[in-house]
């Protein structure tokens, strides 16, 4: 056998014989994507509830729209107590043609959609009442396909996670723990080069996060998440594979620098945890504040974040291909050229 | 290429090197034969690693040459690494493997079959231990297998750094057993130790090293000999008085302390028959001078490993 092949395989059998690391990559990070598959399931389901008093053609048109879920009351004055208190965001009162609304400044976002549904709905009752047909009419619909659930985007993050933080750990822990036990001493006195050693790590870091992968969108795929790979998802494979490389640049460079595995594990998780949390892993990006997205640009989870989410479930087209792959390769470069320079087979 | 150099497995010619203002070798000098078994004894912080290491090619000197096979071992030099084994201080193994997956690995990194690995495990007597994990052997077991990772090429020499350092006796007995059959192939053999005793019983010859230098070398048994020190009788304390033991024929000197009676001589064997003549033996031990004393009479201090 060769050396490369047997290193490999040596490599391979440490990983998948320590249980902690098994759990590390495998289990943990599809913790998360149960968790939060299942929280964000009905996401978007859930809807507003009112207060109302009393009857009439408004509150029912509000009814049958199903927009709002109503809660009845007996009079305007224990309708108002509830949204006085906190309650509920606003309260509607139907008397004859007389419409009240009562509201909560303190919960303006939530006041503010019962507000305007309510006088949109009114308007449309007027309009009604006229006789006439309208002039203006509304064709409505989302952009986005109609499968795109949050799994669609919670499984490709989790994944580009999971599959990060195992490349930055496994890359820097063999590093620093064959460095302290004298392994790459002990390599380094054979005929072996410095390119053989890396090559294995780098192979079997690679097959670690194939069968990730293979496990996150199984489970995603699972009817209770429903996750539904589009007719591109094998070009998110190029992006997957960058992010692979570019991640084990990083835990070279995090092992180069420190001397023991606590170092290691502490400085690894200071690069990999602020940047999942900035990447749109556990929520989307976009709902982030500006400065926050602008940050999230230059990291290289968020490239992959995208990359790949764009090809598995958003359906895009090749062309979208160039910026994470010229991101990611970016990465590869600069940071491997670092972590070459800063390489020590072993500590002073 | 001259004769001597064509005998010679290591050669070695006024090595230097210091750490800031620690002179770690200081002008060490040394010739090892081929197939010879040379042990560089000396206390902790000695210099002893660091001259190993600087043969073995994984530092460089400050100044001074190393051959080693004829050849220079810094920079790396890949076409000597297959010829000699290293077996490292520290245990340097790979994660959760079994003896055997450790030594298929080494040999693998050599191109070497593993049956050789199987053979290896055989000859320092692991066989029954093949499928254990590396984790799970006892301290002796585990200094066995790494000797077998240093020999799974059949390099022409073999480094070992402290092998029976923190074993208990009888692995360090089991232990020697190895080495000697190591050196039966033919192998040369560089070894460090701080057991002085361990190098007498093993080796060739020996190199005294204390702060960097060395002070002595030669065969264990000629430097205890250059010695010149006297036999030690002792005795249980009231055997004898010390002014009748010290009109006994060839006792030199007579000193007494709570428990024995010690008679210092260089005619043993006038003395000891004039002892038994006289039915004296009660407690009866002889010692001859050792390396220890070797140490003492080199550095005017006791040893401490």
Known sequence: ?348 | MTDTEHSAAIVVEDVRKAYGNLKAVDGVSLTVAEGEFFGILGPNGAGKTTTLEIIEGLREPDSGSVRLLGQSPWPRNVALLPRIGVQLQASAFFEKLTAREQLETFASLYGVSARRAHEMLDLVGLADKADTREGKLSGGQRQRLSIACALVHDPDVLFLDEPTAALDPQARRNLWDVLRAIQERGKTILYTTHYLDEAEILCDRVAIMDNGRLLAMDAPATLVRGLDAPTRVILERGSLSVVDAGALPGADDVTEDELSLTIATRNPADLLSALAERRALAGLQVRTATLEDVFLGLTGREYRA
């Open chain 1, 1 to 348: 056998m060769t050396a490369f092949k047997s290193l490999a395989r040596a490599m391979f059998k440490g990983f998948y014989r320590d249980k902690a690391t098994l759990f590390f990559t495998f289990v943990f990070p599809l913790m998360f994507l149960i968790v939060f598959g299942l929280l964000f399931r009905d996401a978007g389901s859930e809807k507003t509830t009112i207060a109302v008093v009393g009857d009439g053609p408004v509150l029912g048109a509000i009814e049958e729209s199903g927009i709002l879920d109503l809660e009845r009351y007996g009079t305007v004055e224990d309708a108002v107590a509830k949204v006085r208190l906190g309650d509920l965001p606003a309260m509607v009162a139907e008397d004859d043609d007389r419409v009240t609304v009562r509201y909560a400044q303190s919960d303006q976002t939530q006041s503010g959609v019962v507000r305007g549904i309510v006088s949109g709905i009114v308007g449309q009752v007027n309009q009604a009442a006229t006789g006439q047909p309208p002039r203006f009419t509304i064709d409505e619909r989302n952009v986005e396909d109609s499968s795109l659930k949050p799994i669609q985007y919670i499984t490709p993050g989790i994944m580009s996670w999971g599959v990060a933080v195992t490349a930055v750990f496994g890359a820097a822990l063999t590093l620093v723990s064959w460095r302290k036990k004298q392994v790459l001493r002990r390599i380094r006195l054979a005929p072996v080069g410095a390119s053989t050693v890396l090559s294995s790590r780098v192979v079997v870091t690679i097959g670690v996060a194939i069968v990730q992968a293979v496990i996150f969108l199984g489970v995603g795929s699972l009817p209770v998440f429903g996750l539904r790979l589009t007719g591109t998802w094998w070009l998110a494979i190029p992006v997957f594979l960058l992010g692979i490389l570019a991640f084990f640049a990083i835990g070279m460079l995090v092992g180069a620098f420190c001397k023991t595995e606590e170092a290691a594990t502490g400085a690894a998780n200071i690069v990999v945890l602020p940047m999942a949390f900035l990447s749109g892993t556990f929520f989307p990006i976009d709902q982030a504040p500006p400065w926050m997205q602008t940050v999230s640009k230059v990291l290289p989870l968020r490239h992959m974040n995208d990359g790949i989410t764009d090809f598995l479930v958003r359906g895009r087209s090749a062309d979208a291909l160039v910026v994470p792959c010229l991101v990611l390769a970016a990465f590869v470069l600069v940071v491997g050229a670092i972590a070459a320079k800063v390489f020590q087979w072993e500590d002073d």
